[in-house]
């Protein structure tokens, strides 16, 4: 087999002609982490607000909090970005559309891709907050209710503080998931870190050295991620309660 | 943009079934029969006590865990010929169509999420289990095959659809390929006829239908599960 492997190519100037191609996958990178961070607010806060809809005595709330999370875990993800970014600007009016899709190159796809994302992933964090919630005892919102608190204040100091502490390893995962997915934000056009890799191979022929460097950044940025939400989830532990710090007893 | 046009979804609906919706549901088919036996595999040598089939497996689960599909996707459609000129030993790299290259790299993806559902399933079995098939006389495959499988699957069957009904979803990535999938032939019609907003609304709706009617049934089957238990 004949490959012409060739290291040095990340410090040759790239396309543009103004960053080398280390650079340019730096720069990929941070779209990815601020596409992510971006969506990551959205999705926590719809999600968390979702999820609480859901486990609320009220039966309308709950179906449309049901009808929110099957519609987006039902449909695949670049099929929704793609309705954010070719359908959404076609369906508002004339003059909203068009002042949409004239938007400056990074944020007519950056846009549409942190709102995609963070509906998607909001989906997902509903699901979780629900079976946080619902992971308690029961006795615990009625204790609640019984000390005469409303339903708004049993969930904020009684229910919501422990759902938030157990539901944290699954929340590592749905960061890492947003992470990765980030990466399909690149079929509407953002050059976050996979498609810098590729235009990396593209412009280059290097492929084993573009992909190389784009899965090793991927790993650190995982093994980063990982080990501050650890950190957090540490952080927040109530002693005696649940948490990997906390070694038997507790409840 | 005009009024919607819904006529371009009914002149289109045989491309999008026959040739679309065929390539989803056969990628989908065999890169999860593929996915699940590689990864009980994969499962099994995770679990192994010899150290030089665990390490391996261990890496390879959590390297495919840690990157983007569409990344791993990029990645094998340039590997895959490589590896072709290597098993046949070749000079040159072999020319591999998108369907094996996508098959492929499917299969060997979901084949780390999948090890990790079985892992779990193997795990559920009381360890006594495989002690009582050994000390039967039965080897480790023979009780692997006869007693802690079996088992291992039906307590993990709703997992695998789950996991099988996001792989269908999944697959709608090889659109960076340019192949011809439900997506892929959707869009192509889409550009074809300027038609963008019928043929996305109308795509996520097929897609939701499917997923949704399929996530139903696994929860039907998972309520089945739980009583006989």
């Known amino acids: ?251 | 943009m005009g009024e919607f046009d819904f006529g371009v979804i009914q002149r289109s609906l045989g491309y999008l079934f026959r040739e679309g919706m065929t390539f989803t549901l056969t990628l989908t088919g065999i890169a999860a029969a593929g996915g699940i036996f590689f990864g009980t595999l994969l499962a099994m040598m995770r679990l192994s006590s010899h150290k030089w089939l665990s390490l391996p497996a261990t890496a390879y689960v959590n390297l495919m865990r840690s990157i983007p599909l569409l990344l791993v996707i990029f990645w094998f459609y340039f590997l895959v010929p490589y590896i072709g000129a290597w098993v046949t030993g070749s000079s040159q790299p072999v020319k591999v169509g998108a369907f094996t290259s996508s098959v492929v790299t499917f299969m060997l993806f979901e084949a780390a999420y999948y090890s990790e559902i079985m892992r779990a399933g193997i795990q559920s079995i009381a360890r006594g289990q495989v002690w009582a098939g050994l000390a039967l006389g039965l080897n480790y495959w023979q009780t692997m095959k006869q007693i802690v499988l079996p088992q291992a699957f039906r307590n993990m069957v709703p997992i695998l659809l789950t996991q099988t009904i996001i792989l269908f979803q999944d697959t709608s990535l090889v659109y960076v390929l340019s192949i011809t999938d439900f997506l892929g032939a959707a869009s192509k019609i889409a550009q074809r006829d300027g038609r963008l907003v019928e043929m996305y609304i109308f795509a996520a709706l097929v897609y939701f239908i499917i997923s949704y009617l399929l996530s139903q049934l696994v929860k039907r089957l998972q309520l089945r599960i739980a009583i006989i238990r």
């Open chain 1, 1 to 251: 087999m004949n490959y012409n492997w060739n290291w040095g190519i990340f410090w040759e100037m790239s396309a543009d002609g103004r960053h080398t191609w280390f650079m340019t996958l730096i720069m990929g990178l941070g779209w990815t982490l601020a596409t992510a961070f971006c969506a990551g607010i959205i999705a926590f806060i719809l999600g968390s607000f979702i999820g609480v809809v859901r486990t609320m005595p009220i039966k309308w709330a709950v179906r449309i909090g049901n009808a929110y999370v099957e519609l987006f875990r039902n449909i695949p993800l670049l099929v929704q970005l793609f309705i954010w970014f070719f359908v959404l600007p076609e369906l508002l009016p004339t003059s909203l559309g068009n002042s949409i899709k004239q938007m400056n190159p990074p944020w007519a796809s950056f846009v549409p891709a942190v709102i995609g994302l963070g509906l998607f992933t909001a989906a997902r964090v509903a699901e979780q907050v629900r079976a946080g919630i619902q992971a308690l005892a029961r006795g615990q919102g009625m204790a609640g209710t019984a000390l005469g608190l409303t339903l708004a204040q049993t969930y904020r100091s009684v229910l919501l503080p422990m759902a938030f502490r157990i539901i944290m390893p699954p929340l590592t995962s749905e960061t890492m998931n947003l992470i990765k997915n980030t990466s399909v934000a690149l079929t509407i056009g953002l050059i976050e870190l996979t498609a810098a890799a590729r235009s990396m191979q593209e412009f280059t022929f290097q492929v084993f050295e573009a992909f190389t460097a784009a899965t090793v950044i991927y790993i650190v940025v995982n093994l980063i991620a990982v080990n501050l939400m650890r950190w957090l989830e540490r952080r927040i532990a109530v002693p005696g309660f649940i948490g990997p710090a906390v070694g038997g007893g507790g409840h």
